[in-house]
């Protein structure tokens, strides 16, 4: 089974300012928010460029969601500094940026039969009435996998590059050994 080629689709990262920020304000001055404080107590501060978008909240905490890296995290909170800077919000310490989750996107170039595997795997949740994809939950690392019968696959839960690897190392062991099973259940009837 061939190493799968993981793209990074989406990083969730929080972070602090360390100083209070004022929404109202913040709203009246980008036209790149939305703030509706009745319903969500967080402003939406939309970035074009790395496209993404994050929660600003009035403690000075940050949610950064849609970028594909750690650097682009960085890039976006940079920006967020520049635009608090022009309501007089001068952020002096370099905030401390904190990965809470990885969406990756891949394939393991193998079809899967995803009724076996839900009998073979353990921590699987599979019912194709209701979706086509095999859930796979892996306890170290801590990941969710969903699995397709085409190989592809979409993998969350991580919180870093190499986190990301050993989980698809381990899920390509898990795969390999229900594969191998199989076949060795078949040699035995012949």
Do not use: H, W
Request: with cysteine; glycine share 6%; net charge positive.
């Amino acid at each position: 089974m061939a190493k799968s080629d993981l793209k990074v689709q989406n990083i969730v990262a929080t972070s602090s300012l360390g100083k209070p920020v004022s929404l109202t304000k913040l709203a009246r001055s980008q036209s790149n928010t939305e703030y509706n404080p009745e319903q969500f107590p967080g402003l939406v501060l939309r970035v074009q460029k790395p496209k993404s978008a994050v929660l600003v909240f009035s403690s000075g905490n940050l949610v950064c969601t849609g970028t594909k890296s750690v650097a682009q995290v960085k890039e976006v909170i940079e920006q967020v500094i520049k635009q608090l800077a022009k309501i007089g919000v001068k952020i002096t310490d370099k905030p401390k940026i904190t990965v809470q989750n990885i969406v990756a996107s891949g394939s393991i170039d193998v079809d899967l039969n995803l009724n076996v595997l839900a009998l073979e795997l353990e921590n699987t949740e599979y019912e194709p009435e209701q979706f086509p994809g095999l859930v796979y939950k892996l306890v170290e690392p801590t990941t969710t996998f969903l699995l397709f019968s085409n190989g592809k696959l979409v993998c969350t839960g991580t919180k870093s590059r190499v986190q990301l690897e050993d989980a698809m190392t381990q899920l390509n062991k898990n795969v390999k050994a229900v594969l191998k099973r199989i076949a060795g259940k078949k040699g035995n009837k012949s």
